[in-house]
């Protein structure tokens, strides 16, 4: 092997990857890492897109970034979701007191 040979994943990984792939394409609709500035969703939709493709090399760097990325904003949709106060404990939220004037 060359030094430019570069091994392909798991055949089950892309296959999951293809199944998800419509899934992962809406979740990416309007991403909050997008939002922040975070990331340029264009691009990673176009990563997305080649590594779901059965026709082109999607090196392994890129589809463990690509795991990253969408774990992320997985992660905040459900932190977000959450109501202020249970996101870390799952004990419900603290009760606010009304301020005296």
Known sequence: MGPHH???????AREGLRAAAPALAALLDRPLL?????????AVRKT?????????DAPPAA???LAELLAVELWL???TARRPGSAWTG???PRRTALAT
């Open 6 to 12: 570069r091994r392909r994943p798991p055949r089950p």
């Open 63 to 65: 589809l463990a970034a």
């Open 48 to 56: 997305l897109a080649a590594a779901a493709d059965p026709a082109q």
């Open 77 to 79: 949709r459900r932190l």
């Open 91 to 93: 004990l419900p939220a």
């Open 34 to 42: 997008g939002e922040a500035g975070l990331i340029d969703t264009p």
